[in-house]
């Protein structure tokens, strides 16, 4: 029997609600298809900050090497903890164990409404492959003379030859791994989010390696938008998109906008993905920790139940993934059991319970 460790970190706010029932699936689906997972708890988040000085033990990363995998709840509440403080462990981790593609898989399931009139399931079904680890959020620069006439900052992206290569082949073998486009000599596509008519430098530099990356697949469809353009594309024809490659900073703008072509934040899982699984990779739904709904039992479990599917792919446990999404899409299709946010009464553990047991 295969048996996998598994990291949860529930974090901040309604991060604890959203990880019993990302738990609870979890189980489920280790029971039925045959193989074990261990869960073990790390209560690092804000409240662990306010105690200790600091968002995780500084071996943390040693401790967290041991597992499969990391399921992460939500982190960041600003009324503890300033939000670019809480994000360092987020970044940490990310970096430490460079788990450098971000993965948002964008999709919208039957039964599901969105405030995108486009937006249908035949028409939503896109990746973001969104580069990780260096970028926009390479948290290099200063403050100068801060409250003076004189003052200014200074915040300083850094663009990698191997860091772009590396994330925009991820994204064409992603691409014909898909097969979007059906029979013929085109096999997928990828389009480059960029910005480079305004920044002259980073972008340029990142347009120029993805030619060349591009070069190396002639069987898979190339396109280019910028990114403000691409903000509208996603409204106007979501169904033009397969696989998207973005910097840090434009691919976690444009998946807050496929968040809701998909039907909102609390469908949205992302994973933090080593593909030369040298490091464990981290799961976690891509919404935040909504302070003022904890222990209400209303957000909606789907984003973090997503990101068990997620991982269980990563895993290799793809028939116990597959049936993870099938029960989901059962239970939205159903109509009956659904949270707030769906327009439904429902509470999280209500929503939890009908997944695992559609699985079981």
């Given amino acids: ?11 901040d706010g309604v991060g604890n609600e959203v990880a019993a029932e990302a738990n609870r699936v979890l189980t489920a689906a280790a029971t039925r298809f045959g193989f074990d997972v261990g869960l073990e708890n790390f ?8 105690q200790h000085g600091e968002m995780m033990p500084e071996d943390a990363l040693d401790t967290l090497a041991g597992f499969d995998a990391i399921f992460l709840g939500c982190i960041g509440d600003a009324a503890k903890v300033p939000d670019d403080v809480s994000l360092t462990m987020l970044l940490a981790i990310r970096k430490g164990f460079d788990q450098y593609v971000n993965l948002r898989p964008i999709r919208l399931y039957p039964g599901v409404t969105t405030p995108i009139a486009t937006a249908t399931p035949e028409t939503v079904d896109m ?22 006439p004189e003052g200014f900052a200074l915040q300083t992206g850094v663009f990698t030859q191997k860091g772009c290569e590396r994330v925009i082949r991820y994204a064409f073998d992603l691409a014909r791994s898909r097969r979007k486009l059906g029979a013929g000599p085109i096999v997928g596509r990828v389009t480059n989010c960029t910005k480079s008519n305004a920044l002259n430098y980073s972008m340029v530099f990142w347009d120029k390696v993805y030619d060349a990356v591009a070069a190396g697949y002639p069987d898979v469809a190339t396109d280019k938008a910028l990114v403000d353009a691409i903000t509208m594309w996603f409204v106007k024809n979501p169904e033009a998109f397969d696989v998207i490659v973005a910097s840090n900073l434009f691919g976690d703008i444009i998946t807050d906008l496929g968040s809701m072509l998909q039907g909102g934040m609390g469908m949205a899982a992302g994973g933090n993905i080593d593909p030369e699984r040298r490091h464990p990779s981290m799961f976690e739904p891509i919404h935040g920790s909504a302070p003022k709904y904890t222990g209400m039992g209303r957000v ?4 973090s139940i997503e990101a068990v599917r997620m991982m269980l792919d990563h895993l290799g446990e793809n028939a116990a993934a597959d049936a993870v999404g099938q029960a989901i899409a059962d239970v939205l299709v159903a109509g009956d059991i659904r949270t707030r946010d769906l327009d439904g009464t429902s ?7 009908a997944i695992a047991g559609r699985i079981g």
Avoid: Q
């Fill in 43 to 50: 209560v690092w988040s804000c409240d662990w900050y306010l």
């Fill in 347 to 353: 509470s999280t553990s209500e929503v939890g319970k």
């Fill in 1 to 11: 029997m295969a048996r996998y460790r598994v990291a949860v970190i529930p974090g």
């Fill in 127 to 148: 990746i973001v492959v969104r580069e990780n680890t260096e970028g926009e959020y390479s948290r290099l620069g200063g403050m100068f003379k801060v409250g003076s």
């Fill in 300 to 303: 909606n479990p789907i984003a």
